[in-house]
C-alpha cells in the first residue's frame, strides 16, 4: 500500500486557519469593548460596593436563569396558585368583615334593647338589616316604650 501524501505545500498557510485566527481576534476585541450593565456600574462602580457582592450576585442570577429553564412548569403553576389567592382574597375579606359587623349587631340588639325572647332568625333578619345601613333597630326601640 501507498502511503497517502499531505497535500500540503510547506511554503503556503491554511486559509480557514487565517480566517480562524481573525474571527478570533475580532471576537476578542468586541469582548474588550462590551460595556457593562447599568446596574454594575451604577453598584459596583459609583457606589463602591466589594467585588465578592459582584460575584454572589453574578451566580445567584446564574443559578435564578437555570432554575427558570428547569422549573417553567412548576414556577407556572405557582403564579396560577398566586393569582387565584389574590382573586379570592377580597372576597374573603368582604365575607369575615360582613359577618364580624353581624356578629356586633346581635350583641347590640341583645345587650341594648333587652330583647331576650326574639327568636334567632328575627335576630339575624335585624343584624343583617343594620349591617346594610337600615334603621328596623331604632324602630323597635319605639315599639318598646
Known amino acids: 500500500m501507498e502511503k497517502k501524501e499531505s497535500r500540503k505545500v510547506p511554503g503556503i498557510k491554511d486559509p480557514t486557519f487565517e480566517n480562524k485566527k481573525l474571527k478570533a481576534s475580532t471576537n476578542s476585541n468586541n469582548k474588550k469593548d462590551k460595556s457593562l450593565p447599568w446596574w454594575v456600574e451604577l453598584l459596583f462602580v459609583q457606589i463602591g ?5 459582584l460575584i454572589k450576585v453574578l451566580k445567584s442570577k446564574k443559578k435564578y436563569t ?5 422549573e417553567k412548569k412548576l414556577i407556572i403553576i405557582f403564579f396560577f396558585f ?3 389567592l389574590t382573586y379570592i382574597y377580597p372576597l374573603v375579606k368582604y ?3 360582613r359577618l ?5 349587631a346581635q350583641n347590640y340588639i341583645v345587650k341594648n ?3 331576650i325572647n326574639i ?4 335576630l339575624r333578619m335585624l343584624s343583617t338589616n343594620f349591617c ?13 316604650d
Request: net charge negative; aromatic share 4%; with cysteine.
Open 49 to 53: 460596593l466589594p467585588d465578592k457582592w
Open 100 to 104: 364580624d359587623c353581624e356578629n356586633n
Open 82 to 84: 398566586l393569582a387565584g
Open 95 to 97: 365575607s369575615k368583615n
Open 119 to 122: 327568636k334567632r332568625n328575627e
Open 66 to 70: 437555570e432554575m427558570l429553564k428547569n
Open 113 to 115: 334593647k333587652n330583647l
Open 132 to 144: 346594610n345601613g337600615g334603621d328596623e333597630i331604632y324602630e323597635i326601640k319605639n315599639l318598646e
